[in-house]
């Protein structure tokens, strides 16, 4: 049964990188057709679909978001990882890794599988 788990800091300065990992168990992130995606919620908002990485490492990413984002992945760790740029106050959340299956990430119910999700505040 594969089980997802977000790791990284509670706490980020305003202007700073805020960065996350994933760590993926019980299945592997290169599997074919599935989709590694990230996904937050600010406090007393809904969910909010960032962008995924691919099993074949190809990355996709929502045009919404105003902070430069990227999603990267380690392979070997079975790992992905979010980096979010000059980060402000509207980045607090909690922050949720997913997967789902498919030709392309659509997210909403087609993520099947969540991790627990970790809050990420950004103050100073």
């Known amino acids: 049964q594969v089980q997802l788990q977000e790791s990284g800091p509670g706490l980020v300065k305003p202007s700073q990188t805020l960065s996350l990992t994933c760590t993926v168990s019980?299945?592997?992130?290169?599997?074919?057709?599935?989709?590694w995606s990230w996904i937050r919620q600010p406090p007393g908002k809904g969910l909010e679909w960032m962008g995924a990485?691919?099993?074949?490492?190809?990355?996709h990413y929502s045009p919404s978001l105003k902070s430069p984002t990227s999603i990267s992945r380690d392979t070997s760790k079975n790992q992905f990882s979010l980096q979010l740029n000059s980060v402000t106050s509207d980045d607090t959340a909690v922050y949720y890794c997913?997967?789902?299956?498919?030709?392309?990430?659509?997210?909403?119910?087609?993520?099947?599988?969540w991790g627990q999700g970790t809050l990420v505040t950004v103050s100073s």
């Open positions: 997913a997967r789902e299956w498919g030709s392309r990430p659509r997210g909403g119910r087609y993520l099947e599988v």
């Open positions: 019980g299945g592997s992130i290169t599997t074919n057709y599935y989709f």
């Open positions: 990485i691919a099993y074949d490492g190809s990355t």
